[in-house]
């Protein structure tokens, strides 16, 4: 059984800060690919950042780059979503996912374990 606990997640105003966290085993933060999606109401989910197997490379989506920053505590089998100067745009359900497939990227089928998901709202 594969575990995935986020949280950090809530409301706040536009240009506001937010950190989310994803807490999982250490066997699948050291050889999982493991990546943040986010869902919009109505709207398919997207792709917003991944990070290798063991912290092998870091990938984040350009419509957030420079915003949102990925990055991983070894020691609490941990991986973040740092989100700076949020827009209302930004407003969706955040889900953390792991993948035993290396080449997983960007597309959601390749994740076979989601969280729970945490709900991030930002207000204009």
């Known amino acids: 059984q594969v575990h995935l606990v986020e949280s950090g997640g809530g409301l706040v105003q536009a240009g506001g800060s937010l950190r989310l966290s994803c807490a999982t085993s250490v066997h699948i933060f050291n050889n999982f690919v493991m990546a943040w999606f986010r869902q919009a109401p109505g709207k398919e989910r997207e792709f917003v950042a991944f990070t290798g197997p063991g912290g092998d490379g870091t990938f984040v989506t350009d419509s957030v780059k420079g915003r949102f920053t990925l990055s991983r505590d070894n020691a609490k089998n941990s991986v973040y979503l740092q989100m700076n100067k949020l827009e209302p745009e930004d407003t969706a359900v955040y889900f953390c996912?792991?993948?035993?497939?290396?080449?997983?990227?960007?597309?959601?089928?390749?994740?076979?374990?989601w969280g729970q998901g945490t709900q991030v709202t930002v207000s204009s």
């Open positions: 996912a792991a993948s035993g497939n290396a080449a997983a990227t960007i597309h959601p089928a390749y994740y076979a374990y």
